[in-house]
């Protein structure tokens, strides 16, 4: 049998122990709020990036002359 801290029995006894403490009413708005909270945060993180991140160089051109 597995051992440690994240074998599926453990998980299932989590996730039951939780599910009795919250409700499944407040489980869902707790998920929901966390997903959002997840997206503003990746978000954020890309807006950041984008602000600090320089653009790329362009390619340098080579004058042929004829």
Do not use: C
């Not at 997903?35 to 042929?64: H, L, M, Q, W, Y």
């Amino acid at each position: 049998m597995e051992r440690g801290l994240f074998a599926p029995m453990h998980l299932l006894v989590i996730l039951v122990i939780v599910l009795l403490i919250f409700g499944p009413k407040k489980l869902g708005e707790l998920g929901k709020a966390l997903g959002e909270g997840i997206r503003n945060f990746k978000s954020s993180v890309n807006e950041n990036n984008a602000a600090t991140t320089p653009p790329p160089n362009p390619p340098p051109t080579e004058d042929k002359k004829s």
